[in-house]
């Protein structure tokens, strides 16, 4: 079974990819297939194919992204999806593999841990001993799965999935009317359901998040979550990443009317 593993990187996150496309190098029959949605054009990179994707008016393309490398994947029997700044771990490619000829017509969602910072994700054969996954998702063992029940399928995250390419068709690929951050990954989830597409948690599929500088909320993307959240919410009669905008309520950047969320003035 061949496989692609499709990455998006811009500046802030190359040396987070090199280490990545490092870990994929002697992976037998995978594909490094890097999309780059920075301004500038890509630098060199150890990686099959590359692309570029650039920024749209409304920020980073994330949705045209991910379209634009499953189309580059072209003859793969399996898209893997990992965010730049995720290490595959040393099971990772072979776990999902399995579990797609065990459930070929799924997505599938592997566990993701949060590296702390100094932690090198440089030594592959040693992040199994770092393993911690986030603990908001389910974890089943590590040659397990487990299909998701209607209700978690708002739990589906972006930095690590498989599908088919036919699933991938089914499904219709990302939204490309989401610019900027948030809420592209949620509303693929939705269509997912929707279509009656099983989500499939991947025990030992385990990708490793290196660590890097964020704030929680994310206050530089609220215009973003704002844009995004309401264009979710006029297709699916509900908001998404609600964790933020009450956040961000309660530092008194935006208030909530019958209308959905809009900024203070």
């Not at 301004?39 to 060199?44: A, K, R, S, V, Y």
């Not at 603990?135 to 799965?145: H, L, T």
């Not at 929707?194 to 704030?215: I, K």
């Amino acid at each position: 079974m061949s496989v692609a593993v499709v990455s998006l990187c811009s500046s802030p996150r190359l040396a987070h990819l090199r280490v990545q496309l490092q870990a994929l190098a002697d992976a037998p029959d995978v594909r490094r297939v890097v999309v780059w949605i920075g301004d500038e054009d890509p630098p060199d990179l150890d990686a099959e194919t590359v692309l570029r994707v650039p920024p749209g008016a409304d920020g980073l393309r994330l949705a045209a992204a991910r379209n634009a490398g499953a189309a580059a994947a072209d003859g793969a029997d399996l898209l893997v999806f990992l965010d730049a700044d995720c290490v595959p771990g040393p099971t990772l490619v072979r776990r999902y593999r399995e579990a797609a000829v065990r459930h070929p017509d799924a997505v599938l969602c592997g566990p993701v841990t949060y590296l702390a910072e100094g932690v090198s994700a440089s030594d592959s054969a040693q992040l199994a001993a770092l393993t911690s996954p986030h603990p908001a998702r389910p974890m089943p063992p590590d040659e397990a799965e487990r299909t998701a029940t209607a209700g978690e399928y708002p739990l589906f995250w972006s930095l690590s999935f498989a599908l088919s390419p036919a699933t991938w068709r089914r499904i219709g690929g990302f939204d490309e009317a989401y610019e900027g951050y948030g809420g592209e990954d949620t509303d693929f989830a939705f269509r997912m359901r929707e279509r009656a597409v099983p989500l499939v948690w991947t025990g030992g599929a385990h990708a490793y998040h290196q660590y890097h500088p964020t704030t929680s909320p994310p206050w530089q993307h609220l215009d973003d979550i704002l844009r995004n959240g309401a264009l979710f919410a006029a297709r699916w009669g509900e908001w998404p990443m609600t964790g933020w905008l009450d956040a961000f309520e309660r530092g008194g950047a935006v208030t909530r009317d019958a209308a959905g969320w809009r900024r203070v003035p």
